[in-house]
């Protein structure tokens, strides 16, 4: 029986990793048993929002919640009389002391978590050597637990990075707790991205073995968008709304344009009415519509139903932007920023890769030039960002082979330790 155990950041609760859904059904195939570990989710504290496969079920750490600091402390104390853990935090000193003590109080802080983690396992679940993976889906405190556990039971573990998790400068200090040394105990890191890729390679060339690429991807069901046909200009843009998002440059670059343009955002966030404040400043050629949360099939009904022109992704910092495979999959053509992996999805066929450090004057611009190109240099690059998508980012087909690559990581490691057993 091949079991695979699971470990989320909420997923599937709230509207936390909802491209998760999508590759579920996958796993469900490839594996007898899921066992999903959301660990930043208590017991009680929040309400399930996505349906999981018949043979999947979740499973909570035990008597933990980030929030109580009484627990937080009996955790942290309990991790530093923990010799396992002592040992992995000795090991991570080097770069520790680089970042002064926040960097100490974020190792901790992370170490406190990945026993947790670890221990939560052991008593959930009767584990076997042959029969079980783990996955995490990010390389965070549940990876780290999930190799300490992997000290004690010999079972294979993997994990995805995606850009958060990845890109240590994203944060101050510049330091992602154990990343390194996690990186050296797992099995395989599947990288989003080939600009992930070359991040840690370049970082660490020693881990090369164990990094590949294993791209996210999307479903599309024939769904289709189309341009508008009433002179008006329609944008969208879908993501989180956080300062990363960088969503108050297209609001600044629309008061510059001196045409009719509809902008509507999908997704919600901290930013929200700060950011309809500002739109109801916006002059009266330019209207904008706040759609909130939507599923990946809301999503992609609302691409069907409702004209678009151009999808607009200004971010700072970038994974490898699955919005953006969203809308490629319909044969919308995308205007983004050069951040991360997206020169991976982007280029000229298929839309523009503009500067990172845009202006909203320059943004301006290149809106109001895209806006004048012909109506078949458009349908050149639509039909361009659906081929990418059908090629690269088609979900089917990566989520397919992924799932069968943890299939054969198990079964190398299943091989691999009755080798060992042969030979004593």
């Not at 035990?62 to 942290?76: A, P, Q, V, W």
């Not at 294993?214 to 069901?221: D, E, F, P, Q, V």
Request: charged fraction near 25%; charge should be neutral.
């Amino acid at each position: 029986m091949k079991k695979l155990i699971l470990l989320t950041h909420q997923y599937p609760f709230n509207q936390s990793e909802a491209f998760l859904e999508t590759e579920i059904p996958f796993l469900s195939q490839a594996f007898d048993e899921i066992h999903i570990f959301p660990i930043n989710i208590s017991k009680g504290s929040a309400r399930q929002t996505r349906k999981i496969p018949s043979n999947a079920s979740i499973h909570f750490l035990n008597d933990f919640d980030h929030k109580g600091t009484l627990k937080r402390g009996k955790r942290i104390i309990s991790t530093l009389f923990d010799t396992q853990s002592m040992k992995w935090l000795s090991r991570e000193l080097p770069f520790v002391k680089k970042h002064g003590i926040k960097g100490f109080i974020n190792a901790v802080n992370w170490l406190s978590i990945a026993k947790v983690v670890k221990d939560s396992i052991k008593k959930e679940l009767q584990l076997e050597s042959g029969e079980t993976i783990i996955y995490s889906y990010w390389q965070n405190p549940g990876a780290l637990g999930a190799v300490m556990l992997k000290e004690n039971i010999r079972i294979p573990v993997v994990s995805r990075a995606h850009g958060g998790d990845l890109y240590m400068e994203r944060y101050s200090p510049a330091y992602i707790p154990f990343q390194f040394n996690v990186i050296h105990k797992l099995n395989q890191l599947f990288l989003i991205s080939q600009n992930g890729y070359d991040y840690l390679y370049e970082r660490d060339q020693t881990i090369g073995s164990v990094l590949e690429i294993s791209r996210l991807g999307t479903l599309n069901k024939n769904i289709k968008a189309a341009f508008s046909d009433d002179n008006i200009f329609r944008i969208v843009t879908c993501s989180y709304m956080v300062p990363v998002k960088r969503l108050h440059l297209l609001l600044e670059a629309l008061k510059l344009v001196d045409f009719q343009v509809e902008w509507r955002h999908i997704g919600g966030g901290p930013l929200e009415e700060e950011l309809k404040e500002k739109a109801n400043m916006l002059p009266p050629n330019c209207k904008v519509r706040f759609l909130g949360n939507l599923s990946n099939t809301e999503v992609l009904e609302n691409y069907q139903k409702e004209a678009v022109d151009l999808f607009v992704n200004v971010s700072e910092s970038e994974g490898i932007p699955v919005s953006i495979m969203e809308a490629f999959s319909c044969g919308i053509p995308v205007m983004a920023t050069d951040v991360g992996g997206t020169s991976e999805l982007v280029d000229s066929s298929s839309g523009k890769l503009i500067e990172k450090d845009i202006t909203p004057e320059s943004l301006a611009n290149y809106i109001t030039e895209y806006r004048s190109l012909p109506s078949t240099e458009k349908q050149k690059k639509s039909t361009s960002a659906f081929t990418i998508w059908n090629t690269r980012f088609n979900a089917v087909l990566n989520y397919q082979d992924f799932s069968t690559r943890l299939e054969n990581i198990l079964e190398n490691a299943n091989e691999s330790q009755q080798q060992k057993v042969y030979l004593r």
